[in-house]
């Protein structure tokens, strides 16, 4: 049996695409295993997601798995470190998805170009199809490149190169952003010209419409109709951690997202600023022993979009919080944002909550879906979510 598997690679996206992938998979009536950051879910069974991209014995694994329960489809996240590790040699990719290449691992790869052509990898494995977002800048060269490689002949003549965009009319799929509400998108694609009319998604934001498209553009290549497309979109009602509102009774308006990008940070603030009217309070920190050269460039991009941060800890693994929290400072600072530095990450959002004011909106950055934080070689239980629902029931209970 041949599992059909969907690589998707990027900085920021992959998991949200993925998602928006097996929904619309589902949709068609194919069962999906889904492999990535947030959980490896292989049919009845689900695994911790160790890494995005697990090591090829494990993914041998969960092919086996796939087989045996008869699901033929798989969605994937392949993460640089995973293509630059080998980790998905052996596995076959049938359609592969560029979202973008922004700043992130230099820890790792040490220059973006490094970090690019780990990233390029995966357009060489894929059998079937690949769709690239031409708006990002490393993305408009791998679609050339891969483009000049097919007409040299080195990758099959059969295979499609398709590109997306919302700047240029020409692309194989383009884009219209209608609609942008806190409640999700109003998109119309344009499949070779040809309009899809309104296609909607519940999640907002700019980089949702990119995903989107993405994702309907792979969809199509593997043969799902229009209407399979729009539904399967339609029905995915969010993905965890990703621009997740945090309900409660007390009127307070709390998103947690899983932004640790100088760039992912940059387009959840625009979000949040171009959906809300009142002050942005951005609760935020950045990883231990991962790049630190993007500290100081979140700084910035949170002091410039924020009415206030709390600067905290995220995961600081084996480093000393108060050193990653001034490198953080230095931006923060640049910006002439006003600011608190908190390491205790449940104090942190505690004094946010304290400081809202009604119309306000409170940002907590960095952990999405995690569960845990990682302090100095120990997992400790932790989640954003649980932590703003645990505080406004101590809020209310004090109160009573
Ligand atoms: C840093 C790293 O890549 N670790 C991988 C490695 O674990 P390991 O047991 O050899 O090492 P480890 O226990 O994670 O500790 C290594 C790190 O801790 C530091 N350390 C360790 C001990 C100590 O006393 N002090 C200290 O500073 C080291 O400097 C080093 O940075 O080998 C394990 C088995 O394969 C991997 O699971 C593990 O991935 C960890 C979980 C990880 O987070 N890796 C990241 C970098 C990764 O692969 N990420 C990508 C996604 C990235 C993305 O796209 O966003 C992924 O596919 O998961
Ligand atoms: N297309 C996009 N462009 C820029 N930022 C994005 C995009 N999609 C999502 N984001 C932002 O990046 C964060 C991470 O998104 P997502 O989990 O989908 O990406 P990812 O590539 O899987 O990340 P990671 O590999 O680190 O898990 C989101 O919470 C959001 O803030
Ligand atoms: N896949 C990313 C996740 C980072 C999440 C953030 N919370 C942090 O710990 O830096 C990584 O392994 O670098």
Redo the contacts with the bound molecule.
Sequence with gaps: MTIEVFGITG?NG?TTVSYMLRSILEEGGRNCGLVG?ITHAIGQKEYD???????SEVLKKYFTELESQQIGTCVM?V????LD?G?IEGIPIHYAGFTNLTQ??L??HLTMENYFQAKAKLFYKAERGMVINVDDAYGKRLYEKLLEDQRREHIAPEIRIESVSFQDSKADYFGKLLENTIEGILLEPFEKGSSWGPVAISLPGRTTAYNGMLALALARQAGLSRETVTAGLRKLKGVPGRFQKIQNNQGIHVVVDFAHTPDALENLLKTAGELHDGRLICVFGCGG??DREKRPIMGRIAGNRSGFCLITSDNP???EPIRITEEIEVGVKEAGCPYTVELDRKEAIRKAIDMYEPGDLIVIAGKGHEKYQLIN?KKLPFDDEKAVEDIIRERVEKRE
């Design positions: 900085t992959k950051t997601a160790l890494n995005t991209t697990p090591s996240e993460s640089s470190h995973g590790q980790r992130d691992h820890d790792y022993n991962r693994r084996f480093e070689g």
